[in-house]
């Protein structure tokens, strides 16, 4: 069964740092791209990031340009998001995805969610 | 950037209606579209991609089309466990934008 499991959410205050990370098992890891998505509570839907199977590729929304870094362990089957200077605007449920590589599928699974509270 | 004008933001319907929710694309995407459920407090789940290739164990009763830059979810015979948020996304380019969402509620 696929599982893709975030964690490291929590309350960080503006200018500050987190780190999320995505755990995943059921599948084999280091074939697929993964996406990060986010969604203010009760808003809509935004990409923030991707990366490719092997990590050489990253592309990131020009919100968090500079500000985010997402990496891969192929080893530990984890995907990660590194967040930095983080401003109010980031308060959001971050969401992990996976991406079938050569196929026409954007993403097929996603992930629960971890909440990321940006507030003085 | 190609904006995505989802609609209806909101709708009511009964159980067994079928449901039409359209996606206006601001230039040509080709067929890199895709829709997604989302339910209170969960994860979205994906449904369709490629306009209108149903996901693996998506039930039948969804379906999606495409003419020109609009594209088209209909469920085809509402049930209770639909009644949810659903967003389009197109993905030709980066970064994919999604739509606003439309709710679908019991009426």
Known sequence: ????????????QPG????????????????YWMHWV??????????????????????YVDSVKGRFTISRDNAKNTLSLQMNSLRAEDTAIYYCARAPVGTL???????????????? | DIQMTQSPSSLSASVGDRVTITCRASRDISNYLAWFQQKPGK??????????????????????SRSGTDFTLTIGSLQ????????????NSF???????????IK
């Open chain 1, 38 to 59: 986010r969604q203010v509570p009760g808003k809509g839907l935004v990409w923030v990031s991707r990366i490719n199977s092997d990590g050489s590729t990253t592309t």
């Open chain 1, 16 to 31: 500050g740092s987190l780190r999320l990370s995505c755990a995943a098992s059921g599948f084999t890891f280091s074939d």
């Open chain 2, 95 to 105: 970064p994919p934008t999604f739509g606003g969402g439309t709710k679908v509620e």
């Open chain 1, 1 to 12: 069964e696929v599982q893709l499991v975030e964690s490291g959410g929590g309350l960080v």
């Open chain 2, 80 to 91: 209770p466990e639909d009644f949810a948020t659903y967003y389009c996304l197109r993905y």
């Open chain 2, 43 to 64: 994860a979205p789940k994906s449904l369709i991609y490629a306009a209108s290739s149903l996901q693996s164990g998506v039930p039948s009763r969804f379906s999606g």
């Open chain 1, 105 to 120: 599928v954007f993403v097929d699974y996603w992930g629960q969610g971890t909440l990321v509270t940006v507030s003085s």
